[in-house]
């Protein structure tokens, strides 16, 4: 056996792991940001030099997830209540020195408090979301990463399962559509304008995707077939997903985006269940696994894509909800996140019923069940990103009484927070890969395709494994943030 042929026996073949155990592994990046936050607030980081900010949040936020994933996987609870108490400790340190009796008005007044109507939740999210997967792309070719982790063959849940749905769903969330810019078209022409516009901003996609095709045919690098097929890939999905997302979007309102999802999803899963699709999709057209055509040699990629749209739609829905919602003051976003929390039960527990009536979850088919796993694993970040935005808000308030830096009752004046105490939750690196998403990504496929052609990963050691990971994420962070630095800036999606 070839090494390649090694390689890719030992990234395919997965069942996965249970539900619970993904949200703890996704959940616990926020506790970070909230460390960081309560760090800044307790350490006033806004004046320290830049780079030893950049080693804070990388030692804060990076090594978590890189020892979380490899050393203590078999730890995934522990680490997460260790985070989660160290960021509390933090918390109370931050309030430590307020006057008791302050703490009554100040809630009192918390919840009328006016708030600034852009929050950072979702730029931390979709950071989180690019920052996860540059990890998990490298850290599945190592040994030492459980292959209980990496993406499933046929049904299951795996941790690796959620990148490309988390992708779709944090960027439909921010689409035009959703923010309101553009609304249903009223004309034929203007649909068609519309989406030769799509078109044109998705080249750039279908590029990248020619590219890597070329790239990975050319040097034999190896590869997951049954992940998207023979040609396809990550890109041609997205591309896929945006084109036919915009020109549904056109003649149906965003605010109904998620009754068309349903209604996609229904004809997909009945197809699937009753139509032979899930064979075809398993097996191909002729029941031996051969791929015989275009067609049968990019099924799952293709045949995958209906059930990303229907993602892209319910997250459209979903940005147009918070975008359009009227959240002046605190107890709005406080209501946002109630919703928000029930949307994620809500979806869990019919992930529950899909699953045990239905048919198991499935990344190779996006199924019905995969789809309501992904939007309801979303919202739960979501949700937990803006938990710890308003718990931020809460902890900068509070320690604003410590610090005697407001008269009178706290949370009532315009100028509670300081100008310094606003920045105090923009976390550079998290901005930084926000505000080149894609290229952060395409640098980590870069820098993941070199490493594996420069070693043999799979028979590494835990050390090396670990040395490898640590040094490749230092390399995408100082690009990342030297690009920001410069205001280089590639949004193609």
Known sequence: MSYKEEHERFIS?????????????????????????????????????????????YSVMIIPMILHTTVLSNETTAVFVTMYAVAFVCCILCVKKAPPRSFRKTFSCLM?????????????????????????????DFAIFPRRFAKTETFGIGFMDNGVGCFVITNAIVCPEARGKVGSCRSVSEGLQRLFKCVMSSIPLVILGLGRLVTVKGVDYHEHVSEYGIHWNFFFTLTAVKVVSTLLLCVCPVWLSSVLAAGLLTIYQHALQTKGLSDFILYGSDGTGQRLNLLDANREGICSCIGYISIYLIGAQIGWFIFNRKKTKFCDWMRILCILAGVSYIFYGALHISSEYIQ??????????????????????????????????????????????VEGVPGCEDDVLSDKEKKSDKLCLLHAVNFNGLLYFLMANLLTGFV?????????????????????????????LYLHHKKVATRFW
């Open 13 to 57: 073949g997965h069942n996965g792991t249970t539900v619970s155990e993904v949200a703890i592994l996704t959940l616990t990046p926020c506790a970070s940001i909230l460390i960081l936050n309560a760090v800044s607030l307790l350490y006033h980081l806004q004046t320290m030099p830049f780079w030893s900010r950049v080693a804070l949040e």
């Open 360 to 405: 198991p979850a499935s990344r190779r088919m996006a199924n019905l069940s995969f789809v309501l796993w992904i939007v309801a694993l979303s919202t739960q970040v979501l949700a937990s990103c803006l938990l710890i935005d308003l718990l931020t808000t809460v902890l900068t308030v509070l320690s604003a009484v410590s610090n005697k830096k």
């Open 452 to 480: 594996n052609m420069s070693m043999k990963t799979i028979h590494a050691s835990s050390l090396m494994a670990v040395f490898t990971l640590s040094a490749y994420m230092f390399v995408l962070t100082v690009g990342i």
């Open 112 to 140: 009328q408090m006016e708030m600034r109507v852009q929050r950072p939740f979702l730029t931390n999210m979709r950071s989180l979301v690019n920052i996860g997967t540059a990890v998990v792309i490298l850290g599945v």
